[in-house]
């Protein structure tokens, strides 16, 4: 069964930059697109990238999603760190019709 | 404005069988190239893929769930059910109703949880 492993905590300081990891457990990452949702407790997740690096309408050019294909990983990157920034950011990727998520990473902006 | 709402019981009895519905407002179910999908969140934990209906009907399921798992839509009254049998204390969880592409999802209902205890 296809995986999505990230770690699963994170700190930076505000104004500074973090980059959250998601690596694929078999065949290529790049072969599907990868999201990634960020969620603040008590409330549904939002969408922050889709199709690896595209950011939806309203999210700050401080969000940035890349893929390399050598460690089969995605990652999220988030410069200028904002308390608001504080939350859970989940991948997520398909294989054959069937959606996995990541375990989820718990970033803290202290 | 497309909105989803999640609704049904917020607790259920070990074996017994889960059902949620999801109205949708402001768009159509049947709009094509959209799937309609549930979500669920175990306390302190993960989101977790249950299955997707595609507006033509076809449906997909975590192969972990499938077993269990009945998704169905309803297009005279604008909604999509979500059916799991046999239930234990780890069906537990926040259920989210979704709309989503083959790519990501665009539209979240607010959530609503679920309690399996006798």
């Known amino acids: 069964n296809f995986m999505l492993t990230q770690p699963h905590s994170v700190s930076e300081s505000p104004g500074k930059t973090v980059t959250i990891s998601c690596t694929g457990s078999?065949?290529?990452?790049?072969?599907?697109?990868v999201q990634w949702y960020q969620q603040r407790p008590g409330s549904a997740p939002t969408t922050v990238i889709y199709?690896?690096?595209?950011?939806p309408s309203g999210v700050p050019d401080r969000f940035s999603g890349s893929i390399d294909s050598s460690s089969n990983s995605a990652s999220l990157t988030i410069s200028g760190l904002k308390t608001e920034d504080e939350a859970d950011y989940y991948c997520?990727?398909?294989?054959?019709?069937?959606?996995?998520f990541g375990g989820g990473t718990k970033l803290t902006v202290l | 404005q497309l909105q989803l709402q999640e609704s049904g019981p917020g607790l259920v009895k070990p074996s017994e069988t889960l059902s949620l519905t999801c109205t949708v407002s402001?768009?159509?179910?049947?709009?094509?190239?959209?799937?309609w999908g549930w979500i669920r969140q175990p306390p302190g934990k993960g989101l977790e893929w249950i299955g997707s209906?595609?507006?033509?009907?076809?449906?997909y399921y975590n192969p972990s769930l499938k077993s269990r798992v009945t998704i169905s839509v309803d297009t005279s009254k604008n909604q999509f059910s979500l059916k799991l049998s046999s239930v234990t204390a780890a069906d537990t969880a926040v259920y989210y109703c979704?709309?989503?592409?083959?790519?990501?999802?665009?539209?979240w209902g607010q959530g609503t949880l679920v309690t399996v205890s006798s």
């Open positions: 979704a709309r989503h592409t083959t790519r990501v999802v665009d539209y």
């Open positions: 402001g768009g159509s179910i049947s709009s094509s190239s959209y799937y």
């Open positions: 997520q990727s398909y294989d054959s019709s069937v959606w996995v």
């Open positions: 199709e690896d690096n595209q950011r």
């Open positions: 078999s065949g290529s990452i790049a072969s599907n697109y």
């Open positions: 209906i595609y507006y033509s009907g076809s449906t």
